[in-house]
């Protein structure tokens, strides 16, 4: 009987311990118009994970060809920002980037805690002064890369830690 037991336990353990995955690393990056390759996907994933372990700031890229259901870019940010869940309970530091090459848009949609620092003004500037600029020349990952960048290294400033 008990070595029945045990040869259960040796077949179902394993199956068991398959479905708790020890996999810890989040995922940031969703490109669902298929706009980076794996080695970019993996370094703006890398950029956005050490950004949060340094600040507990959750950065997040989305990149679409449609913003359906909703009509605007700025909905469709707003919808997905709240889908997705970013940023901590209670501080709101989520940054979600949208970028639709499709569509010709971006925008940077920031929690309640967040746009107290980043505030629309800086974001706007971003956008038009690091990232279309890299766009324009069809340099995809480079803008986002750059806007990416600059973000992170805008909210790692002490002055603009967000509470």
């Known amino acids: 009987m008990k070595s029945k037991l045990f040869i259960a336990l040796l077949i179902v353990l394993p199956v068991v311990m398959s479905c ?59 919808e997905r920002f709240n889908t997705l869940g970013l940023g901590k309970k209670d501080i709101d530091n989520g940054i979600l980037i949208v970028f639709s090459p499709e569509m010709r848009q971006v925008r940077i949609a920031t929690g309640y805690g967040t746009e107290r620092v980043l505030t629309d003004s800086i974001a706007k500037r971003i956008i038009d002064s690091v990232m279309i600029p890299q766009f324009r020349r069809v340099n995809y990952f480079e803008g986002l890369w750059d806007g990416s960048l600059a973000i992170t290294r805008f909210l790692e400033k002490p002055e603009n830690t967000i509470k």
């Open 20 to 78: 708790h995955s020890t996999k810890t690393q989040k995922e940031f990056v969703f490109d669902k118009a298929k706009v980076l390759d794996s080695m970019q996907f993996q370094k703006l994933n890398d950029l956005y994970i050490r950004h949060e372990k340094l600040t507990t700031n959750e950065l997040a890229l989305l990149t679409t060809n449609s913003f359906a259901p909703v009509n605007t870019i700025e909905e469709y940010a707003h």
